[in-house]
């Protein structure tokens, strides 16, 4: 990642925190889990725009959908201390990637987790567009 190219910092901006988030969800018995996020800070300067080195690992469960996200904190520096300048309508975020880990939940590691109900979510029912006029 090029800090330069890569990652506009707003104006007034010069630190923000890059977060790397994973979530597993167990479609088959209803159940979520948000593992750990790792938090990267970074510093941004015109003479050396260089992203921090880090990895990480998250656990990955057999049968479960895994989402990867990432979001960015702004911070702003004033006289008394930083200030997030994120909101409703400024908050980067995306989702790096998502899949289904081979194999089949265990019920017995999930059912610790958050419950969810899947199978009986109501959909808000939107009237046809014929219907609008």
Not at 38 to 45: E, L, S
Not at 71 to 79: A, C, D, G, K, L
Request: with cysteine; glycine share 4%.
């Amino acid at each position: 990642m090029i800090l330069k190219e890569d990652l506009k910092f707003p104006i007034r901006t010069k630190k923000c925190k890059l977060i790397l988030s994973h979530a597993a969800y167990d479609l088959t018995n209803g159940f979520y889990n948000d593992t750990e996020n790792v938090v990267i800070d970074i510093v941004y300067n015109d003479q050396d725009p260089k992203f921090p080195a880090f990895s990480t690992i998250f656990d990955l469960h057999p049968g479960c959908f895994s989402v990867v996200s990432i979001s960015v904190q702004f911070i702003e520096t004033t006289f008394i201390g930083d200030n997030f300048i994120n909101d409703k309508d400024f908050n980067p975020v995306a989702i790096l990637s998502c899949y289904i880990v081979d194999g089949i939940a265990d019920k017995s590691i999930t059912e610790n987790w958050h419950e969810m109900n899947f199978k009986n979510y109501q959909m808000p029912q939107l009237l046809p567009p014929a219907a609008i006029e």
